[in-house]
């Protein structure tokens, strides 16, 4: 059931009227939740109205379970008798500048260690003008895999990608309130540590606790300096770095499957190899124009079998090989894709035996239009990190006489392909070239 606290407006009670009939048109049957994440970007500010995009991540046990509750969903990616993921995306305009907040519940997650058997999660939007960017606050973004596991004696850090449109601070916590709808039984997982900068962290423990877990996560977002609120009648608040934004949630499943003979990344567990991209990377694309993202994963004591992701609807997924993957995608303005930034992640899964293994999370951030390269936070140090670039660029000019516009056309191309637009190339007259941060 869909439950909603808001102020005004006839459009608001008007849609959430529409929702709420579309979700209970089907009767539900079966129980099998395995998580979501909910998120809004505005944009398009005229005066006192605006755009809000919507997008909402849902995963149960398969795809017929989610049209069941949510109507109009379309798919992302599945794995087959675990979970299917799935997106209902909806735009709204003409909204005043204003605060509320939708909440979820009355269906069950799947059978978990942690005795959480309702889901309840909600959103929290911010629609007061900023002063800061001059118009309503977008949420967090971040996308997770419904279904993350390790094996018990095999440490696992999981670094939610973390970026904010706004450039705001981001953090996550445990839900912990249902009286505010954070869940229902607010239990947290026993064999995870989570930090404030959204880094899930297990360590190797016993066969005992083998078992899923049902993680319930908040994501808040935090301006960087004090600024002003303003609502649609003209009052002012004064809003400081100390109080959260909005709220969205993080909700999947964590499997601690039973003992691996090796936790050695590219052995049982898959590991990514060039020219599969970094965590957090960022590219930059326009609207009608495809991007290819290319993944390469090896495991030699086990298969891989397959790549699962969770993105943006209309993403395709083809494989070349075992562990050969691509992603390719090609945003369009009837999808909402424009001026957005759209999160990536996905994981490489094998098998041995009976045994089901997967490698580290990765996660991309895709930036479509007019959107600005935003800091995310690194992941942790890796005792040795090479990054290899094939890159070719085809030219009739000197390099003696334009070496400017060569080393703008070479930074260009980098920029194109992910990284950073503050960038510093230099032609060598070797002809290398040297890029530094």
């Not at 046990?61 to 995306?89: A, F, M, N, P, R």
């Not at 298969?303 to 090989?321: A, D, Q, W, Y």
């Not at 290398?432 to 941060?437: E, L, P, R, T």
Request: aromatic residues 10%; neutral net charge; charged residues 20%.
């Amino acid at each position: 059931m869909i439950r909603s606290l808001f102020s005004r407006t006839d459009s608001f009670i008007m849609f959430l009227s529409v929702l709420l009939v579309m979700m209970m048109m089907v009767r539900w049957t079966e129980a099998g939740y395995t998580g979501t994440v909910l998120s809004h970007t505005s944009k398009d500010v005229q005066g006192s109205s605006f755009t809000v995009v919507r997008r909402f991540k849902l995963s149960f046990t398969s795809c017929g379970e989610i049209e069941s509750w949510w109507c109009c969903t379309k798919k992302i990616d599945e794995s087959s008798g675990e979970w299917c993921l799935k997106e209902y995306t909806d735009k709204i305009t003409s909204w005043s500048f204003e605060y509320y907040w939708n909440w979820w519940d009355s269906r069950t997650w799947i059978n978990n260690r942690n005795s959480v058997s309702a889901l309840r999660f909600k959103t929290t939007y911010e629609l007061r003008k900023r002063s800061d960017i001059n118009r309503p606050n977008s949420s967090p973004q971040t996308a997770i895999l419904p279904l993350m596991r390790v094996p018990s004696n095999c440490q696992r850090n999981i670094n939610l990608l973390t970026f904010d449109p706004d450039g705001d601070h981001v953090e996550c916590r445990h839900g912990s309130n249902p009286s505010i709808y954070e869940c229902s039984t607010c239990t947290a997982p026993s064999v995870l540590s989570l930090s404030s900068s959204c880094c899930l962290s297990f360590s190797p423990t016993s066969s005992s606790y083998e078992d899923s877990y049902a993680v319930q996560l908040v994501m808040e977002d935090f301006p960087r300096q004090t600024i002003i609120l303003t609502h649609y009648g003209g009052t002012n608040y004064s809003w400081s770095p100390s109080s959260f934004m909005s709220q969205i949630p993080v909700q999947f499943v964590f499997k601690v499957d039973p003992a691996a003979p090796s936790c050695t990344a590219g052995e049982y567990l898959p590991r990514f190899l060039p020219p599969t991209p970094e965590h957090g990377a960022q590219f930059f694309i326009n609207v009608n124009e495809t991007i290819e993202i290319n993944i390469r994963a090896e495991a030699t004591q086990s298969v891989i079998t397959e790549l699962l992701f969770s993105g943006p609807i209309n993403m395709i997924k083809n494989s070349s090989g075992s562990g050969y993957f691509t992603l390719r995608w090609t945003p369009s303005v009837s999808q909402n894709d424009d001026n957005e930034s759209h999160p990536i992640c996905f994981v490489a899964q094998a098998t041995a035996s009976s045994s089901i293994y997967q490698s580290e999370l990765r996660c991309v951030i895709v930036r479509v239009g007019n959107t600005p390269f935003i800091a995310t936070p690194s992941p942790p140090p890796k005792t040795s990190r090479l990054t290899v670039l094939e890159l070719k660029i085809s030219t009739t000019l000197s390099l003696k006489d334009n070496k400017d516009k060569i080393e703008k056309a070479i930074k260009d191309e980098l920029i194109r392909r992910g990284l950073p637009p503050d960038i510093k190339v230099r032609l060598l007259s070797d002809g290398s070239v040297k890029v530094n941060n």
